[in-house]
């Protein structure tokens, strides 16, 4: 069993940058894909960025050209590099990776504000 753990989320000026973590506790090699995902209140659970075993990626049109997701199997981390942030980037982000079962992280608040 897999537990994920996201770490880096915090206060942030607009237009300033965040770089959240997620740990696993075993192998991720398997998910496929892995994803952030967020939740702002009030709002439904929206999919930020993906990647895929092989490294491709997607991103929602409203973070594109400022997110960056990354993935390394070898220390079982995944990583979303945030730049450029706005007020509306402001959200609860997740941790998700995919096998024959969807993993969850607990979440990190990340606040755009200043």
């Known amino acids: 069993q897999v537990q994920l753990v996201e770490f880096g989320g915090g206060l942030v000026q607009p237009g300033g940058s965040l770089r959240l973590s997620c740990a696993a506790s075993g192998s991720i090699a398997s998910f496929n894909p892995m994803a952030w995902y967020r939740q702002a209140p009030g709002k439904e659970r929206e999919l930020v960025a993906l990647i895929y075993s092989g490294g491709m990626t997607k991103y929602a049109d409203s973070v594109k050209g400022r997110f960056t997701i990354s993935r390394d199997d070898a220390k079982n981390t995944m990583s979303l590099q945030m730049n450029s942030l706005k007020p509306e980037d402001t959200a609860v982000y997740y941790c998700?990776?995919?096998?024959?079962?969807?993993?969850w992280g607990q979440g990190t608040q990340v606040t755009v504000s200043s």
């Open positions: 998700s990776g995919q096998t024959y079962r969807e993993y």
